[in-house]
């Protein structure tokens, strides 16, 4: 799944019919994994749905293994009405049972046979019904154009909010689906429709073949007026005799907008096919543009749905559209191999679908569109997970799970971006063509079942020749939190240049954290040389130790992360720093990057000054590879946004960013130039992002106001004209316009939205209004995002803009804490986990801290998940506040 957010207080669950037994207590309740003395072995769902009512109603029959004699069983259901509960044992003897809510609030139900029974195969039949959910979890509402349609998303543990069942990864069953639906609508599911009978006076119903053994999680389908577009056929491979069947779905009237990412479907499905040895074993693959998603996309095998902006594109999309297009869908398609051909065991194993995915994806867009230049994706990604992993209560990858929160909160980017930098790490060690010879041995061995770390640890060691040396190092990362720091000190000895290494964990300057950790680190150096560089590799996994390097030379330099493939941090003494800067052209693209973080995170340790870390970074700016040339932004962004005290400081800073960066941003103007690269475009979105809206340059403000008054003329229809702006610039071009005009230009957006269906102009829209700079308007924005105008989806792009000034962040403070149950009310999947970072991200004091604190700790019995949200945004707000006090905003005009 690509990654808002997780409602509270369901109300409770109807109990039903006969065999009237005592109520269990909530405390009697499984929390975590449900007991495995009963295990489902096949389900058949019926579901009766019309999108345009409230309810729908579902029959759920499940064959059950009653490992021990019982006179109940424990399953998760949660909003479920049930009327009826048949138990069948295994002599065919039918009678009725009791379902009873539990525990609600985490969806804990059980059923009551009425007597004991004797450990054999039973089946349970349950007839409900249910509202369709409003937050997009489980079979959920949603609309178009004013049209409704229903469809699924139950991962993590959403399923339950859908049918009666065994909610966990590690059940893995078959499915028969059925699905009664009004006649004009049309139905689609994870595998094909076998059948269509008439269901009486305008309902039909449908069925689907058997699916293969599927988590709860990955159950999926939809209904509504759709559009069903068939996509290129996917030719057989040597791995797969059958000629795969693709097609687009998409709300009415949008189908003709699938074709470009149809069209990119084959390659990607060959390539993964290639890699594992495997061929796609589900038989038929739909890809669905979701009207509204709590996700970025879901990988239900047969059936991946997509937030709709990422399928729907036009000629003339946005680049950064069409390449994420790619990136999501090669993602989704991966684990078509890694989460649904082998599925985790338990959710404390998620990076075996997440980070691979992630990691696979990569690979895939490196072979299908080696422009897209996928291995610097992984390498910012792995610095933007290295921030994150940085905070004392950061997860580990293989978090344990002590609850349903736990289990909400593991989608980030520890578990999908460190994960993929841990995977390719320890690839780069022991060899691409060996890694993938143990990728396949552990496809094979756990195929249609499920897996955990060790088995995945282990069919690499096993390829690779290893023994517990390479599993300790691989676990290290896997069961510990942080980011390894690795410490260098030249030395010149007996005529031969010695590395002296240290590792310990990295935390920034003002962190409570325990330095004291040790890693198996695969790392390897790069090190001048009299004819150029040279690279050494070695596992570091002591605290201390030393590399010899052959033929340095009295003069060396060093880049201690050669590749740019290790997942750490370093640091280099002043004089070293200043000879690596000197030859930063003999450095890789992928090095300049760890470059670029190795300043980055001398700065937050504070071994640097803002003098410092602005000298070292100004050459990265004229490099020619767009990630290198952005690479700068943030770490210059903070010191304007939170170091600079004074206008002569803040001109500084601005004068620096205009002088690195203007006449780049001149030379790519503001408009795509016919058969330009997409790399050029993304570039100039980027940098007329920052230097607009983040350092407010004039000449650029003044080109992308013009653009956004065009944008802002209504056209004769009554519309605005929004393909008046370049389509990659629509969104800072909106956000420029609400600041230079206010109010008339928020109403403006404001009318419009409604009015509006393509996704891409929707978002663009949204990012205007998110970057209202008065209270006033920002709470008018906000507000608006709290209406039924916004989708559930939607909310998050409003509500995380208007923070850049402590003024700012008050005044959303109090919007906030004054329409908190709102807010909660209307989010969907994941909100509690993103609440406090939504009321309280991007402080930077202490007050702004002790605040969050007080006000979030009351509530976080009501709110699973939000503990750890709380304490990231909390430990985030006062490590932004204690490098503040320490860097000294006089060195900017050094």
């Known amino acids: ?527 001048g040389t009299a004819d150029g560089s040279k690279v050494q590799c070695e596992m570091f996994d002591k605290a201390t130790g030393t590399m010899e390097l052959a033929d340095a030379g009295n003069a060396t330099w060093v880049m201690p992360n050669a590749y740019a493939r290790g997942y750490y941090r370093f640091s280099l003494a002043k004089s070293q720093w200043a000879d690596l800067t000197k030859h930063i052209a003999s450095l890789s693209d992928t090095e300049q990057l760890a470059y670029a973080d190795g300043i980055d995170a001398g700065f937050r340790h504070g071994d640097l000054d803002a003098a410092d870390a602005l000298a070292a970074l100004k050459p990265l700016a004229g490099a020619s590879t767009r990630e290198v040339v952005i690479a700068p932004l943030e770490t210059v962004a903070w010191i304007y946004r939170h170091e600079a005290q004074t206008d002569a400081q803040r001109a500084k800073v601005v004068d620096w960013v205009s002088k690195a960066y203007l006449s780049r941003m001149e030379q790519l103007g503001y408009h795509r130039k016919a058969g330009e690269a997409d790399g050029d475009s993304i570039l100039r979105t980027a940098l007329a992002h920052a230097l607009a809206l983040d350092f407010k340059l004039p000449d650029v403000r003044a080109a992308l106001l013009k653009q956004g008054n065009a944008a802002l003329t209504k056209k004769a229809d009554g519309h605005l004209d929004l393909a008046a702006a370049d389509a990659d610039l629509l969104g800072s071009a909106l956000a420029v316009a609400v600041q230079e005009h206010g109010k008339p230009a928020v109403d403006a957006l404001i009318a419009e939205l409604p009015q509006t269906t393509d996704p891409a102009l929707r978002n663009a829209m949204l990012a205007g209004l998110s970057a209202t700079d008065t209270p006033e308007l920002a709470n008018q924005a906000r507000d608006f995002a709290l209406t039924k105008q916004v989708k559930v989806g939607e909310m998050a792009a409003i509500l995380r803009g208007s923070r850049d000034t402590p003024a700012a962040r008050e005044a959303l403070w109090q919007w906030f804490t004054a329409h908190y149950d709102q807010v909660v009310a209307r989010t969907g999947s994941f909100a509690s986990g993103v609440l406090p970072r939504l009321a309280g991200g991007g402080g930077c004091s202490t007050a702004e801290a002790d605040r969050l604190q007080a006000y979030f700790k009351p509530r976080l019995k009501d709110i699973t998940g939000a503990d750890r949200g709380l304490a990231q945004t909390s430990e985030q707000t006062l490590l932004c506040a204690t490098l503040k006090a320490k860097q000294n905003p006089a060195a900017i005009l050094r």
Not at 31 to 55: C, E, I, M, N, R
Not at 189 to 208: C, R, Y
């Open 1 to 527: 799944m690509h990654h808002l957010v997780r409602s509270l207080a369901m109300t409770a669950l109807a109990v039903c019919c006969s065999a009237a037994l005592a109520s269990p207590q909530a405390d009697q309740a499984p929390h975590g994994k449900l007991p495995s003395w009963a295990v489902p072995q096949a389900y058949k769902l019926a579901f009766k749905v019309d999108p345009a009512q409230q309810t729908f109603t579902g029959t759920t029959t499940i064959k059950v293994d009653l490992k021990q004699a019982s006179d109940y069983l424990w399953l998760d259901g949660r909003d479920l009405n049930v009327s009826k509960v048949t138990i069948t044992d295994a002599a065919g003897n039918a009678h009725d049972g009791k379902y009873m809510a539990v525990a609600p609030n985490e969806g804990v139900s059980r059923i009551d046979f009425g007597s004991t029974l004797q450990p054999q195969s039973l089946t349970l039949t349950i007839d409900y019904t249910a509202p369709l959910n409003q937050q997009l979890q489980g079979l959920y509402k949603v609309s178009h154009a004013g049209t409704p349609y229903a469809m699924t998303q139950m991962e993590p543990i959403s399923a339950r909010f859908a049918f009666p069942g065994f909610d966990e990864p590690g059940f893995k069953t078959p499915y028969d689906i059925t699905l009664t639906v009004p006649s004009d609508l049309a139905a689609v599911a994870n595998t094909k429709q076998i059948s269509e009978t008439s269901a009486g006076d305008k309902w039909k119903t449908l069925s689907f073949a058997r699916t293969q053994p599927l988590p709860t999680y990955l159950v999926a389908f939809a209904v509504g007026p759709w559009d069903i577009v068939n996509g290129p056929d996917i030719a057989p491979s040597d791995y797969r005799s059958d000629v795969l069947q693709l097609r687009g779905i998409a709300a009415h009237g949008e189908g003709h907008r699938m074709q470009h990412v149809l069209s990119e479907t084959p390659s990607i499905i060959h390539t993964l096919e290639n890699y594992y040895g495997f061929g796609y074993p589900f038989g038929k693959l739909d890809l669905l543009a979701a009207p509204d998603f709590s996700a970025g996309a879901m990988e239900n095998p047969g059936l991946v749905t997509f937030r709709d902006w990422l399928l729907l594109l036009d000629p003339d999309s946005a680049a950064m559209y069409v390449r994420s297009s790619f990136d999501v869908t090669a993602h989704e398609l991966a684990h078509q191999w890694t989460g649904d051909t082998v599925t985790l065991a338990w959710w404390d194993d998620l990076w075996l679908n997440e980070a691979f995915a992630t990691w696979m994806q990569q690979k895939v867009t490196m072979k299908v569109h080696p422009e897209y230049r996928a291995d610097l994706d992984r390498i910012t990604q792995a610095q933007g997970a290295m921030q994150s992993d940085s905070l004392v209560s950061a997860r580990k990858i293989r978090q344990p799970i002590t609850g349903n929160g736990d289990i909400e909160t593991a989608f980030d980017n520890i578990t999908y971006r460190k994960g993929a930098a841990v995977l390719g790490m320890f690839e780069g060690y022991v060899g691409e063509d060996t890694y993938q010879k143990g990728m396949r041995a552990y496809i094979q061995a756990h195929k249609f079942g499920n897996a955990t770390a060790d088995d995945l640890v282990n069919a690499i060691a096993t390829a690779a020749n290893q023994g517990d040396t390479f599993k300790h190092a691989f676990n290290s990362f896997l069961d510990q939190s942080g980011v390894p720091y690795v410490q260098t000190k030249l030395e010149q000895k007996g005529g031969k240049t010695i590395l002296h290494l240290s590792q310990s964990r990295y935390l920034p300057v003002g962190s409570t954290g325990d330095a004291k950790r040790v890693w198996g680190i695969p790392m390897c150096v790069r090190y």
